[in-house]
């Protein structure tokens, strides 16, 4: 009884089905959660190694967040009285009506709630105001 003892080619083919499974699951997975990743405030952020912002001789409009969480608005005037943000949204509405070119920034101090910061950023993207700067101290 002797058999033969056939040699098998080696196949030259790969099965691709189940890579085609896992993309059309990834492809699912994405197209579901696009649209949740897709909401946020739209803000320019300021380079690091930019040059300073050319201002024109005009101040810029400066909106400040204490550590307590207090908003501060200053219109070229010194102004230390905390607003609220119904305040703070009409006085950016009055001053984007009159000048709808004013840089306007934003300074934070580094202990405040970033939820604080995220308020004022909404209620900045509500009075249509097309990017805020973000201010920076230089290390010391």
Do not use: C, H, W
């Not at 200053?74 to 703070?88: A, K, Q, S, W, Y």
């Not at 308020?119 to 290390?139: H, I, Y």
């Amino acid at each position: 009884m002797s058999r033969r003892i056939k040699k098998r080619k080696p196949m030259a083919e790969i099965n691709v089905v189940p890579y085609i499974d896992v993309t059309l699951v990834l492809l699912i997975i994405f197209m579901i959660t696009a649209p949740m990743v897709q909401t946020g405030v739209d803000v320019d952020l300021p380079q690091a190694d930019s040059s300073p912002v050319d201002q024109k001789n005009e101040p810029p409009v400066i909106i400040s967040i204490d550590k307590d969480g207090q908003y501060f608005i200053d219109i070229g005037t010194d102004e230390n009285d905390p607003v609220d943000l119904r305040t703070l949204l009409v006085r950016v509405k009055a001053v984007r009506k009159n000048n709808p070119k004013a840089l306007l920034y934003v300074k934070g101090d580094k202990n405040v709630p970033y939820g604080k910061v995220v308020t004022l950023m909404a209620t900045l993207k509500n009075a249509q105001v097309p990017s805020v700067g973000l201010m920076t101290s230089s290390p010391d």
